[in-house]
């Protein structure tokens, strides 16, 4: 939850803050220019009016942007109660890295509306979100050139569209790359394919391509290979639901713990989440699913201490504390979450040698395809229009000539396969795979050269510190 953590007294955004402490000592650049980096440059507050019921509700919300040394800003729109100013502002903070880190050339912003979603019919989401939008318009921090929202935590495709549809409205003539001000939205409404499953799919290649390094794996006392490790994922919404389906379905792992509102359940022998949504889905919960021990709404915190090789936290913040740090049986933490570890906790996983892949680099993968989105929008084109049949044709020549030249026929199914032209989907697959898979690389690298630099985090950090940097010092801001 988006609390102060009683124990520690580290917020969110001292967390974040400290994070980038840590890494700045790493480098050699001048005080001032770390302080550009790490401070927020904007925060708009609104509170603004929508009727009710008859009656009128005043709605408190947000836009932070962190970091304007690359144009657009970029960061979802959180819809939740326990949304702050502060919040707002760590999450847009850790927006600007993230985008650094996969390289992707927005600077970092965040919404904030303090409402549960839960609480509304579909008509007064949209009264919300529209006059949210307007508010922001109002203000130019809104545009596909100025600052481009996309879904977060309580927020999805629908609100999107309702964002998109208030913009152009207001600049229906004036604005011809109007669908880039937001991203995220339905696929009919200039939205890519692929954006809705995007950061689980690239918290899975983010957690494989860790996984795959050999020598990482062998100081863990782990096999090498995502393929038949164990996973325990607290939150099956948008990010968690994804990671866990690929996982299991594409990258053969087992998952043996899961966590929701109404609890946590644990099954050693592996929980089929196609059944478990299926049951969820039958009996309004996740507990008592056969096999499985389950535990109520109040022990739900339990999924950080349960047994497994991979603990995937993938819901809100500082849900790993000082309190259960040390409780943490999982060898790797993959944050598909925003800040699920306070930063005094993190040194404590540090210290018990388990592996932290950060939020930073690993839940980049939305923002990476909200990008391809973007550049969708500019060029008014859906990605392989031009080249696939192109590309099909040239592979079907290709293989007449095999066949030709050995006298040997291939088979139609083989040939399908291999004479496929791409289609928008398998673009934006390999898009991201290619983004996640370079960005860790990247990183791990970063702290193989620096042996002071003792975790992930730090390293992803000073990555992306090194690439703002590189910006400022371009742009003459500080020469
Ligand atoms: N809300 C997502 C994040 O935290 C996606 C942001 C975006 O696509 O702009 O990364």
Redesign the pocket.
């Known amino acids: 939850m988006a609390k102060i953590d009683p124990s520690s007294q580290t917020s969110f955004y001292e967390s974040v803050q400290n994070y980038f402490d840590k890494a700045a000592q790493h480098t050699n650049l001048h005080q001032g220019l770390l302080d550009q980096i790490k401070t927020c440059n904007a925060v708009y507050k609104i509170n603004f009016p929508v009727r009710i019921n008859g009656e009128y509700k005043i709605i408190e919300a947000y836009r932070a942007q962190h970091s304007h040394h690359r144009s657009p800003v970029?960061?979802?729109i959180r819809y939740s109660n326990h949304v702050t100013m502060e919040e707002t502002m760590a999450?847009a903070t850790l927006?600007t890295y993230?985008c650094a880190i996969v390289d992707v050339p927005f600077g970092g912003a965040k919404g904030g509306v303090k409402i549960n979603s839960r609480d509304y019919t579909p008509e007064q989401l949209e009264a919300i979100t529209r006059r949210y939008a307007f508010e922001l318009i109002k203000r130019n921090m809104l545009g596909p050139a100025i600052d481009?929202?996309?879904?977060?935590y309580g927020t999805g495709a629908r609100e999107m569209a309702w964002i998109y549809d208030t913009y152009r409205t207001i600049n229906q003539d004036k604005d011809i790359d109007a669908a880039g001000c937001v991203?995220?939205k339905p696929v009919s409404q200039n939205g890519v394919r692929g954006r809705e499953e995007a950061?689980g799919r690239g918290v899975f290649y983010g957690i494989r391509e860790a996984c795959e390094i050999k020598e990482d794996m062998k100081k863990l006392k782990l096999k090498t290979g995502l393929k038949g490790k164990t996973i325990a994922i607290q939150g099956l919404g948008n990010v968690g639901y994804h990671t866990a389906t690929i996982a299991q379905d594409e990258g053969g792992a087992i998952i043996v713990g899961v966590a929701e509102v109404e609890g946590a359940i644990y099954k050693k022998s592996g929980i089929d989440i196609h059944e478990l949504l299926k049951f969820r889905k039958e009996t309004g919960s996740i507990l008592n699913f056969p096999g499985a021990i389950s535990y109520g709404k109040e022990e739900r915190s339990i999924i950080m201490e349960f047994e497994c090789d991979i603990l995937i936290p993938a819901a809100l913040e500082n849900q790993i504390t000082m309190e259960n740090a040390h409780l943490v049986k999982a060898k790797i933490i993959a944050e598909a979450a925003?800040g699920p570890i306070t930063s005094k906790a993190q040194e404590v996983l540090i210290e018990k040698g388990i592996m932290v892949i950060p939020d930073v680099f690993l839940?980049?993968g939305?923002?990476t395809v909200?990008y391809f989105e973007w550049l969708k929008n500019l060029s008014h084109m859906r990605f392989g229009r031009m080249e696939k049949r192109y590309n099909q044709q040239s592979y079907n020549q290709m293989i007449d000539l095999i066949e030709k030249t050995t006298g040997k026929s291939v088979s139609a199914r083989d040939r399908l396969m291999v004479a496929k032209g791409a289609d928008e989907i398998d673009l934006v697959r390999s898009g991201l795979e290619e983004t996640m898979i370079n960005a860790y690389q990247q990183c791990r690298e970063i702290m193989v050269q620096n042996p002071k630099v003792d975790c992930l985090r730090t390293a992803a950090f000073l990555n992306a510190i090194q690439k703002i940097s590189t910006d400022y010092l371009a742009l003459g801001i500080f020469p």
Request: without cysteine.
């Open positions: 970029k960061g979802g999450l927006m993230k481009v929202p996309a879904p977060d991203t995220g950061t925003n839940n980049a939305g923002v909200s």
